[in-house]
Nanobody, 127 residues
Framework: QVQLVQSGGGSVQAGGSLRLSCATTASTYYMGWFRQAQGKAREGVASISSGNSATYYSDSVKGRFTIAQDSKNTGTTIYLQMNSLKPEDTAIYYC?????????????????????WGQGAQVTVSS
């Protein structure tokens, strides 16, 4: 059983910053951050390779958000540093993990590729 434990989130004014964390003791192949705004589908925000730390970002957050990881013998923690936040970034943010390799060309920001999910954290950006 893979458990992902999230922390962080909260409320901030536009232009501000927040940081999310997600910890797991499981070995993973990729981990990522996704978000779901009210009435909208869950979308990929950023992902990171557990092996070589390669990162991927959605166009909507590129240049403002940074995903990073800290791997130790006891497990891995990923972070999402969110700067220059906008009201449209308001959503519930979820971390997710994938443990197995996929076919060549798989989408790193496709929620259907990630079977394990954190509990979610609300991020609210006011104008």
């Amino acid at each position: 059983q893979v458990q992902l434990v999230q922390s962080g989130g909260g409320s901030v004014q536009a232009g501000g910053s927040l940081r999310l964390s997600c910890a797991t003791t499981a070995s993973t192949y990729y981990m990522g951050w996704f978000r779901q705004a009210q009435g909208k589908a869950r979308e990929g925000v950023a992902s990171i390779s557990s092996g070589n730390s390669a990162t991927y970002y959605s166009d909507s957050v590129k240049g403002r958000f940074t995903i990073a990881q800290d791997s130790k013998n006891t497990g891995t923690t990923i972070y999402l540093q969110m700067n220059s936040l906008k009201p449209e970034d308001t959503a519930i943010y979820y971390c997710a993990a994938k443990r197995t390799m996929s076919y060549s060309g798989w989408s790193r920001l496709d929620k259907n590729e990630y079977p394990y999910w954190g509990q979610g954290a609300q991020v609210t950006v006011s104008s």
